[in-house]
């Protein structure tokens, strides 16, 4: 476990000897290692650093993005899936991420709910994937169910270039609004007013996250 700035970040999963790094280190897990990053904060969160490998979480989406804070340092090793633990997202607030899409992606994904079982809304651009091209497809993941998919809003997303998106939080839904200025109005499926939990996927590479 280290400390940054008031974050924990913990590395978990069926390793059989768990590592601990240092701030100035880098994280030391090779590709092989079956592990599973989690950064847990009390604070908002912003500037992460993901490397990519296959993840099995949400298995329609072809990778996993695994990150680091940006106070580590920037050659961590691949881990396998990237996950938010007791972050604050509340209503009232904006989520905004940034990142850049692999050269030759597929899709990538972003997940948000309360725990890996309870997703509340799951963005999952898709350049040519599942049979869509060129599509936003939102859905929720409640309780190891799929729910009812929905595609809206444009697709601004381009290989190889960065991208924005933010995700703006009321009781009722969730606004996404993409570089475009298209929106995506998908609702607040499990009805909390708080959720503690993000992951990642896919062939993007996470540049910042900020929550205000």
Known sequence: ????????????????????????????????????????????????IP?????????????????????????????????VKNMSFKVGQTLTLVGVAKPDATNFAVNIGSSDQDIVMHINPRFNAHGDENAVVCNSYIGGQWCE??????FPFQQGEEFKI?????????????????????PN??????????SFEGEARITSIEIK
């Open 51 to 83: 490397q990519l490998q296959r993840g099995k979480a949400f298995p329609h989406c072809s990778t996993a993005i695994s990150s680091q804070p940006s106070s580590w340092t920037t050659s961590a090793e691949i881990m396998k899936d990237m996950m």
């Open 149 to 154: 998919e929905l595609r809206e809003g444009g």
């Open 166 to 186: 933010l995700i703006g939080f009321t009781p009722q839904e969730f606004l996404v609004t993409l570089s475009d200025g298209s929106n995506i109005h998908f």
């Open 1 to 48: 476990m280290v400390n940054v700035g008031g974050q924990e970040a913990v590395s978990q999963g069926f390793h059989p000897n768990p590592v601990i790094a240092s701030v100035s280190d880098p994280l030391p897990l090779s590709a092989s290692s079956p592990q599973r990053s989690v950064l847990s904060s009390a604070a908002p969160l912003c500037h992460l």
């Open 189 to 198: 499926r499990i009805g909390a007013e708080k959720y503690s939990f993000m």
